[in-house]
């Protein structure tokens, strides 16, 4: 199996790499370390609704979205990207997705214990601390008729920023957000207090991938693999591929595997409310309810510990008549895509 460790100074965003493998028909494990920050949009992400693109624009900060599922995430420097590319039907693939990520994610894990990390997978997809916090994820997909498995080595990640680009439905939930991803997510750095250097991260994932993959053998990028990559990256960051209409938008935030934020501002009768809940493991952790005006009219703590799904929220609401809302009408817009 082939090694390839691009420079990230061409200007091509990293994630084009992989894509350009897999359209060449080629197989390998890509290694590399963003030089600038970008967002990559999953293959379905809705970015009309999930992606602050006005902040991006004006903070020159590139969009792209990948052909691989899972959500929005920030990319840049602090992180070590791996991206695997096998061409279908591999012995080394396993038939079950998740029997793919179970295999496949001992290289990464054994990279966060040889730096102090004790590390583990959530299924499906997330690498987590002992305590379960995310320091890593992951997503795969098939690029014409490759297997292609992605994801990266967290040394720092910047929540400030990553806070900023996602697009809410009213400012006061911003804070909620950040807090919940300082939370929910970690980094080496974060973690140790130090910060390996990419060339050692590069080659301590070479030597964990290696045993899987029947041995690597490092090779220097070819000039046909450079062009495509440059081609694809100029495709996926096309506006009419990041705005594309054959997506869905996610009622949701994800901040970790069994972590999610729903945020929505709902209007009644009486005005605008801002409403904020954390789920953990499908239940209700936190939740509160703001007013335009700033007050807290409505206490919504009687939800906490209960299930987001219709039957336990009617329930478990109090009398919403002061908000001039029916309690279905808001749970709707709950559960709802965001508006």
């Known amino acids: 199996m082939e090694l390839f460790e691009p420079a990230d100074n061409s200007g091509i965003l990293p994630i084009a790499y992989f894509h350009a493998l897999a359209r060449l028909g080629g197989e390998g494990l890509i290694l590399i370390e963003p030089a600038r920050s970008f967002v990559s949009l999953g293959a379905f992400d809705d970015a009309a609704s999930c992606l602050d693109q006005d902040y991006c624009r004006a903070h020159d900060i590139p969009v792209m979205r990948r052909e691989t599922g899972g959500g929005m995430v920030l990319l840049g420097p602090g992180q070590v990207f791996y991206t695997l590319v ?85 400012e006061g939930l911003r804070a909620p957000l950040k807090a919940t991803l300082n939370e929910g997510l970690t980094s080496i750095h974060a973690r140790t207090g130090t910060r390996p250097g990419p060339v050692a991260v590069k080659r301590a994932l070479a030597e964990a991938f290696a045993p899987l993959l029947g041995g690597l053998t490092s090779r220097a990028v ?117 508006s």
Do not use: W
């Open 86 to 170: 096998l061409r279908r039907p591999h012995a080394i693939v396993p038939s079950r997705v998740d029997e793919a990520y179970r295999h496949l994610s001992q290289a990464p894990i054994a990279v966060y214990r040889r730096f102090g990390i004790e590390a583990r997978l959530r299924p499906i997809n997330d690498i987590v601390t002992a305590e379960g916090c995310k320091i890593g994820g992951q997503g795969a997909g098939d690029i014409n008729g490759c297997f292609c498995f992605v994801g990266s080595i967290l040394l720092d990640f910047d929540t400030d920023l990553m806070h900023r680009v996602v697009k809410l439905p009213d």
């Open 222 to 338: 070819p000039a046909c693999l450079v062009t495509k990559a440059r081609e694809v990256a100029c495709e996926l960051s096309d506006p009419q591929v990041v705005d594309s209409d054959d997506t869905r938008p996610r009622s949701l935030f994800k901040v970790r595997e069994g972590l999610y934020l729903c945020q929505r501002a709902i209007t009644t009768a009486t005005g605008r409310i801002v409403v904020s809940l954390t789920v953990q493991d499908d239940h209700i952790r936190t939740a509160t309810l703001r007013a335009a005006s700033g007050d807290a009219p409505i206490n919504l703590s009687s939800l906490v510990g209960r299930p987001l799904e219709h039957a336990a929220l009617l329930t478990a609401l109090p009398n919403l008549s002061a908000l001039g809302v029916e309690r279905d009408t808001f749970i709707a817009a709950l559960l709802g895509a965001p």
